[in-house]
């Protein structure tokens, strides 16, 4: 099956600090999304992004499917933005599923 | 406002003690999805439908049932339920082609004693 690989594994900022994470994948895929795991366990959407470069309000990300990765860049980082973020791919063949990278866990400390 | 819905948030069973986790969505999706997430693992695809009366296997199947009567409606049954079934369910839903954005309900977290 298709490989995630996320990076770094954690990440721990001072509130108002920049980051990207990183997404790596195996395959081609028709679909990848970021999310965000808050304290909660609820799973939030936070774009839709096969291809190109996305932006909402202080989140970005670029996806580069010829070379397989994509980014997810957080600009002045918040305490909200703690949790754990998720890269999900589906492959362009085969049964329809999502396949989760292991995600980025994020600290922002006050 | 679009969205999947689950129900309940949080539950703690018996084991053998028959349970139904429901999932609703409102955006006329034809495809919906179950997944369990639990540490070390990730998040794992259970069931998936691809319309009304089309159901199938995913990764973790063991243990589950599913049913798909109405387009809105696909609930997650556990028909005698075990402690290594404690996780945290995950219904997702989309449009029917390969490759449309999936919306996740807010998730319900299971406990079987």
């Known amino acids: 099956g298709i490989q995630v690989e996320q990076s770094p594994p954690d990440l721990i900022l001072q509130e108002g600090a920049n980051s990207t994470l990183r997404c790596n994948f195996s395959?081609?895929?028709?679909?990848l999304q970021w999310f965000h795991q808050n304290p909660w366990g609820q799973l939030i959407n936070l774009f839709y992004i096969p291809s190109g470069t996305k932006q909402n309000g202080r989140l970005s990300a670029t996806t580069v499917a010829t070379e397989r990765y994509s980014l997810l860049y957080i600009s002045s980082s918040q305490t909200t933005d703690s949790g754990v973020y998720f890269c999900?791919?589906?492959?362009?063949?085969?049964?329809?599923?999502?396949?989760f990278g292991s995600g980025t866990r994020l600290q922002v400390q006050p | 406002e679009a969205q999947v819905t689950q129900n309940p948030r949080y539950l703690i069973t018996v084991t053998g003690k028959k349970l139904t986790v429901t999932c609703s969505q409102n955006?006329?999706?034809?495809?919906m999805s179950w997944y369990r997430q639990d540490p070390g693992l990730g998040l794992r695809q259970i069931y998936y439908?691809?319309?009304?009366?089309?159901?199938d296997k995913g990764d973790v199947p063991e243990g589950y049932k599913v049913s798909r009567k109405e387009k809105r409606n696909f609930p997650l049954i556990l028909e005698s339920p075990s402690p290594n079934q404690t996780s945290l369910y995950f219904c997702a839903s989309s449009l029917s082609r390969l490759g449309d954005g999936y919306t996740f309900g807010s998730g319900t977290r299971l406990t079987v004693v």
């Open positions: 999900a791919v589906e492959r362009k063949t085969g049964r329809r599923a999502l396949t």
């Open positions: 395959d081609s895929v028709n679909n």
């Open positions: 955006m006329n999706h034809e495809y």
């Open positions: 439908s691809m319309n009304v009366e089309v159901t």
